[in-house]
């Protein structure tokens, strides 16, 4: 795997769950919380899949969203990544992974949202969110585009 496609990988599956895509919009909003990667009912193809992952969101006291990810890659490194974004398509910026950026979201319902995930202005991925009905799963679907081949993951998430 080329050296760029390992430093995507970690950046690109943190945010697919990208909340990105949910708004933290008040106290009542499913996407709020904390979130930890089922990795046993999440699957990986032409990615590697995380030791762990657990994802936290909130909204600042401006009303934007914020995301912190605390992952354990598949080689045990750590990385801290985080955002502070709107749902409204725009790109904001993404820190703590030199494969992303930015990434933009947009809220399709109160429970769902999709987005995309940029370097350098390019996107590089694409994601979708959504929250169960009873607020205790979050699924992300991610696609990914890798030396000329297509990754995806779908990540479960468990609201702690």
Request: charged letters at 20%; hydrophobic letters at 35%; proline letters at 5%.
């Amino acid at each position: 795997m080329k050296s760029w496609a390992k430093l995507l990988l970690p950046a690109l599956l943190a945010f697919v769950a990208f909340p990105e895509l949910l708004p933290a919009q008040s106290s009542s909003d499913p996407v709020l919380g904390t979130w930890t990667l089922n990795v046993a009912k999440s699957t990986y193809k032409g990615l590697p899949a995380p030791q762990s992952e657990t994802r936290t969101y909130d909204t600042t006291a401006e009303g934007m969203d914020h995301l912190i990810i605390h992952r354990v890659a598949a080689d045990g490194t750590t990385s801290t990544e985080e955002t502070t974004f709107k749902t409204d398509g725009k790109p904001y910026a993404f820190s703590g992974n030199p494969a992303l950026d930015s990434l933009d979201a947009t809220r399709v319902n109160d429970r769902s949202g999709h987005g995309n995930l940029m370097l350098h202005g390019k996107r590089v991925g694409r994601y979708t969110l959504a929250v169960s009905k009873d607020g205790k799963k979050l699924t992300d679907t991610l696609t990914l585009q890798i030396s000329g081949k297509t990754a995806r993951a779908v990540r479960v998430f468990d609201r702690q």
